[in-house]
């Protein structure tokens, strides 16, 4: 990898801590036919932009702003890419919790990763059948779980360095190790992943409503 700075700091989040997750962005595009994906709060992980031909990523991290800012970003990502097509990626320096100026239901997969709520402030962006990718570091699973806007249809973890994904015996995740009841002014008070009986690294919701 060209040690242009900008570069050096995608190499030390994401390649470094094997942590670019290039198979699970394949995984999707090639089990659920995704070409455009929204990533609120991406920092600098571009990955996803090596596999889906229309990205846009959302962050108010200042070192996100400059490295975006770098052309040499995009060559990267030129080179790196799977698909044919030219690659169409925009960055909003901005909070996600804002209005973003973007048209509604415009995207095919929604990417919330150690965020916050990106599954409810970024809802509308998603098409109505398209895809929530979540994690629960800051409790945005069990925000979308209990959303009747999502329906709960995989899980996803990391088995001998690949992602593998399932869609079967999904009943048996979410129940809280404790007995409580988890509702959304709880998630936002306390923002931060529940202890359930059985976990998984990633969860996959369609947006149904």
Same mark, same amino acid.
Request: proline share 2%; aromatic share 14%; charged share 25%.
């Given at each position: 990898?060209?040690?242009?700075? %900008?570069?050096?700091?995608?190499?030390?989040?994401?390649?470094?801590?094997?942590?670019?997750?290039?198979?699970?962005?394949?995984?999707?595009?090639?089990?659920?036919?995704?070409?455009?994906?929204?990533?609120?709060?991406?920092?600098?992980?571009?990955?996803?932009?090596?596999?889906?031909?229309?990205?846009?990523?959302?962050?108010?991290?200042?070192? =996100?702003?400059?490295?975006?800012?770098?052309? #040499?970003?995009?060559?990267?990502?030129?080179?790196?890419?799977?698909?044919?097509?030219? =690659?169409?990626?925009?960055?909003? #320096?901005?909070?996600?919790?804002?209005?973003?100026?973007?048209?509604?239901?415009?995207?095919?997969?929604?990417? %919330?990763?150690?965020?916050?709520?990106?599954?409810?402030?970024?809802? @509308?962006?998603?098409?109505?059948?398209?895809?929530?990718?979540?994690?629960?570091?800051?409790?945005? =699973?069990?925000?979308?779980?209990?959303?009747?806007?999502?329906?709960?249809?995989?899980?996803?973890?990391?088995?001998?360095?690949?992602? @593998?994904?399932?869609?079967?015996?999904?009943? %048996?995740?979410?129940?809280?190790?404790?007995?409580?009841?988890?509702?959304?002014?709880?998630?936002?008070?306390?923002?931060?992943?529940?202890?359930?009986?059985?976990? #998984?690294?990633?969860?996959?919701? @369609? @947006?149904?409503?």
């Amino acid at each position: 990898m060209n040690k242009n700075s %900008s570069l050096q700091l995608y190499e030390k989040f994401f390649v470094d801590r094997d942590f670019e997750r290039l198979d699970l962005f394949q995984l999707l595009a090639e089990k659920y036919g995704i070409e455009s994906a929204l990533y609120p709060g991406s920092y600098v992980h571009i990955t996803p932009s090596f596999v889906f031909p229309v990205t846009v990523y959302i962050d108010s991290d200042k070192k =996100a702003k400059k490295f975006f800012n770098d052309p #040499a970003i995009y060559e990267f990502i030129a080179n790196r890419k799977i698909y044919s097509q030219n =690659a169409d990626v925009t960055f909003y #320096a901005m909070d996600y919790k804002n209005d973003l100026g973007m048209k509604e239901q415009s995207f095919e997969l929604l990417i %919330s990763q150690y965020a916050g709520f990106v599954s409810q402030h970024c809802k @509308r962006y998603l098409k109505l059948g398209a895809l929530l990718l979540v994690n629960n570091s800051h409790g945005d =699973a069990s925000m979308a779980s209990i959303d009747n806007d999502y329906e709960f249809i995989a899980v996803v973890n990391k088995s001998k360095g690949e992602h @593998r994904m399932t869609e079967k015996n999904l009943d %048996s995740y979410f129940i809280p190790k404790s007995n409580m009841k988890i509702t959304k002014e709880y998630l936002e008070k306390i923002q931060k992943g529940i202890g359930y009986t059985k976990s #998984a690294s990633d969860h996959i919701f @369609r @947006r149904i409503k």
